[in-house]
């Protein structure tokens, strides 16, 4: 197995590009984890949202993916991805932005909120596709694990003291003054990427090739391949549940558990501290045990303590809810760290877009199906029961990765959708280590490869796939990245 190299790590943060890539990221996902907070409980507390007018809201977040998530790809492949990650954030800013001047003038309503989730969503589709397609332009190879982990580590340390932060605004300003934070956070990512000088190629137009073509070969790409179908399947079941416990979690705390804004933000800091420590520990942990064993075994071990979720009480009992969080956001970071990058390197340049797209498509688009099912469930039995269900989803996560191939794999192939699973076509191509899923087949690795292992490089250590996974981010699950 091949690990990451050292200079990769140590140049990385020399990198003048990256680095504003990386001060935008951070803006961004503070800002955002602050909205985290404010925004469910300005329609909770403010606008005396019910159980499913809340859930109505995390599905116009995401519903996005489902409406525009396969034509972004398109789309995003046949322009230069700088100028569509600075339009998104500016996007963002003014849809955000509008919350704060309507609640002061007496006029913000759920509908307002509703279309700003929506306006927010789609910016994010092509915000996310183009994100994960132009950092393999603004980094070598050997960096993108690297580059992905330092993206994660930012994203998990927003999380920790951005819902904190989000609490004690909407304690001491109130739900819609605290989301102000959000939109400077856009504004402010968009002025930094505005500072990036790499100016990539524009695409080449391709003759006589149509959009349903393009969505077509993007489709085609990642349903043919054994190993991102199954992946792609694991995640979308673990979006699916993820997305009833974001739409019904706000509800539960301040109604059931009777917390207080400051105690929520809390709760989410402490929470995201299991996402810091798996950004910090996937790299270690994919040398360990092997980046195509992380991903299913990430899974199978944090999933089961979901069942904390719904047992968990007012006062002390709380904490239940925080350690659950805590470990299954461990095991989201972890199992992303281990699969990202591995898609940024088996996929040609021209095709990242559209594969990217196709991915957040099928493991995205389960979002709002689950926000609708959670804010349904909450209302007609309570929002325990809908927890109760949000924890048996979690249960059927690892299924699909435990009866595919990478059970019987230690390291990931770095080939295309047509490499063979039974054995190497060429002699420059070795066995990994481990057969697949029992039937003695082997998946094989080029010899001259950096093996990739979950939406990482495929340097021996998983990349981070902003986030496709919707393990909660510090019990909010909120996929992506």
Not at 121 to 130: E, H, I, M, N, R
Not at 184 to 199: F, H, K, M, N, P
Not at 215 to 238: C, D, K, Q, Y
């Amino acid at each position: 197995m091949n690990a990451i190299q050292p200079a990769a790590e140590s140049t990385l943060l020399r990198h003048r590009d990256f680095r504003f890539l990386l001060s935008g990221a951070a803006s961004s996902q503070v800002g955002s984890q602050v909205t985290l907070v404010a925004l469910p409980l300005v329609a909770v507390l403010e606008l005396e949202a019910t159980p499913f007018q809340v859930g109505l809201l995390t599905a116009a977040e995401t519903a996005a993916f489902l409406l525009v998530g396969l034509p972004a790809g398109a789309w995003v492949d046949r322009m230069r991805r700088l100028p569509v990650l600075i339009r998104a954030d500016v996007v963002r800013f003014l849809a955000v932005g509008s919350i704060p001047p309507a609640a002061a003038l007496g006029v913000l309503t759920m509908l307002q909120l509703y279309l700003v989730a929506l306006v927010t969503g789609v910016a994010t589709v092509f915000f996310d596709v183009a994100h994960q397609s132009f950092l393999p332009q603004l980094l070598p190879r050997e960096q993108l694990v690297a580059g992905n982990g330092a993206l994660e580590t930012v994203r998990s340390s927003a999380q920790v003291a951005g819902p904190g932060l989000g609490g004690g605004l909407v304690q001491l300003l109130g739900a819609p003054l605290a989301i102000v934070a959000d939109a400077i956070g856009y504004l402010t990512s968009a002025l930094l990427l505005l500072g990036i000088r790499t100016r990539e190629p524009h695409p080449e137009p391709v003759p006589g090739r149509s959009l349903r073509a393009d969505i077509g070969e993007g489709l085609s790409f990642v349903l043919r391949h054994p190993l991102l179908r199954m992946i792609a399947a694991a995640t979308a079941v673990s979006n699916l549940f993820a997305a009833v416990l974001m739409a019904v979690q706000t509800v539960f705390w301040v109604r059931v558990l009777d917390l207080s804004p400051a105690a929520i933000g809390l709760l989410l800091s402490v929470s995201a501290v299991g996402g810091l420590a798996g950004a910090l520990c996937a790299g270690p942990l994919a040398r360990r045990v092997g980046q195509a064993r992380l991903i299913w075994l990430s899974a199978a071990a944090t999933s089961p303590f979901a069942v904390l979720w719904p047992l968990s009480s007012g006062g002390a009992g709380v904490l239940l809810f925080g350690i659950a969080s805590g470990v299954v956001l461990f095991g989201g970071v972890v199992y992303n760290v281990a699969q990202v990058s591995f898609r940024q390197v088996i996929c040609p340049p021209e095709l990242l877009g559209r594969m990217n797209a196709t991915m957040r498509f099928l493991v995205w688009g389960t979002l709002p199906l689950g926000a609708l099912a959670g804010g349904a469930i909450a209302t007609a039995a309570g929002p325990r029961a809908a927890l109760w269900v949000c924890a048996a989803g979690f249960l059927a996560v690892p299924l699909p990765l435990l009866l595919s191939p990478l059970r019987g794999l230690r390291d990931l192939p770095a080939a295309g959708p047509d490499a063979p699973v039974d054995g190497p076509a060429d002699p420059k191509v070795r066995a990994s280590h481990g057969t697949g899923s029992g039937t003695g087949t082997t998946i094989t690795t080029p010899a001259d490869s950096e093996a990739p292992g979950s939406e990482t490089s495929g340097s021996g250590m998983p990349e981070v796939e902003m986030s496709d996974a919707g393990m909660p981010e510090a019990a909010a699950p909120r996929p992506a990245r």
